[in-house]
């Protein structure tokens, strides 16, 4: 089947697309030579700034994240990808400050080519920046080596905890403890049954049979874990879940962030029958809920699935996930 998209010329994209972002929601974000999506308000000189990096396509992740209690900078690439070294170093540049800059960056291979580059430029400029890594895909096996493990969904609550630290006021040796504490506790697992076209050329990206799902496959169209005949709901969640489980090591009295993402062409309706099955595993283990998130944060133009995301909370995490933020998608008061 053809792509069907409402676009213009392919080439003009990015552009056009961050153009409409930016203009739609001008009171929060600003667009400063042509890929950097900036907070509109600056926050204070004297507080830790987060910025980030990743190719376009993936709306509203991660430009849509911008904002107070959240990212200070969003450098752009390319659909599907990533942004060159010495863009992401005119970000870090932008945002130098003696509080110091937070780089969060995903595991994918272009992200972290790009992003090492541009560490390398800052050292030798003297910025005072700390990168991260997001590596909590286990499709590959929960205790595959981590730079073998995809950065997927969980970038976004990533931010909003190392966000919310940073406008508290913390250090930056504060604020990037709690985000690797964050990181070494949180686990992806995604499942596709329909792929996507990538909308400058309409390619289809990757292959399912029409009765088949795939789970562990990428936000790329990457492999998973081998393809398989569609399951219900209930049986697809408890699958997922369970290895989540297993992989954060919850276990009765925890607390956790569940996340069910859509991959762009997951409705509502099934999202919240994933949850719900989700959330009563997770019950009947003794584990609590504490947090939730449902609705499309990273998605994949027209793929058909989810990602089903787990983080081990504590009551620090839980109040910073909760603390006020203001963005184009994602907004606390």
């Known amino acids: 089947m053809s792509m069907k998209k409402f676009i213009n010329d392919p080439a003009n994209l990015t552009a056009e697309l961050l153009d409409g972002l930016c203009t739609a929601f001008s009171d929060k974000l600003t667009l400063v030579d042509e890929k950097l999506v900036c907070r509109a308000n600056p926050k204070a000189e004297d507080k830790v700034a987060i910025v980030t990096l990743g190719g376009s396509g993936h709306e509203p992740a991660l430009q849509a994240f911008v904002g107070e209690g959240l990212i200070d900078i969003s450098v752009v690439g390319d659909i599907f990808a990533a942004p060159n070294g010495p863009k992401v170093f005119q970000a870090l540049q932008k945002m130098n400050r003696e509080a110091g800059v937070l780089f969060v960056v995903l595991n994918h291979a272009g992200d972290v080519l790009n992003a090492n580059i541009a560490m390398e430029m800052a050292e030798e400029a ?127 009295g925890d607390k956790v962030l569940l996340t069910v993402n859509g991959s762009g062409a997951t409705t509502h309706m099934e999202m919240f029958l994933i949850y719900r099955a989700a959330r009563n595993v997770l019950a009947d283990a003794g584990i609590e809920t504490a947090c939730s998130m449902v609705g499309e944060y990273l998605t994949v133009q027209e793929m058909g699935g989810f990602q089903m995301f787990l983080a081990k909370m504590d009551d620090e995490l839980i109040d910073l996930f909760n603390a006020p933020c203001d963005s184009p998608y994602w907004t606390v008061r």
Not at 138 to 144: C, H, K, L, S, T
Not at 157 to 166: C, E, F, I, S
């Open 126 to 252: 003297g910025l005072n920046v700390k990168m991260i890594l997001t590596h909590e895909d286990i499709a590959p096996g929960a205790d595959a080596p981590d730079e073998d493990k995809r950065g997927l969904v969980g970038c976004v609550p990533l931010y909003k905890v190392a966000g919310a630290a940073a406008e508290a006021g913390k250090s930056l040796d504060e604020v990037y403890a709690i985000a690797e504490r964050f990181n070494n506790n949180m686990a992806t697992l995604a499942v596709a049954m329909k792929v996507a076209t990538h909308p400058q050329n309409g390619d289809a990206i990757g292959d399912i049979a029409e009765d088949e799902m795939e789970i562990g496959m990428g936000q790329h169209g990457e492999a998973g874990t081998g393809p398989c005949k569609i399951m219900s709901a209930d049986d697809t969640a408890k699958t997922m879940v369970e290895r989540l489980i297993a992989a954060v090591g919850a276990a009765s």
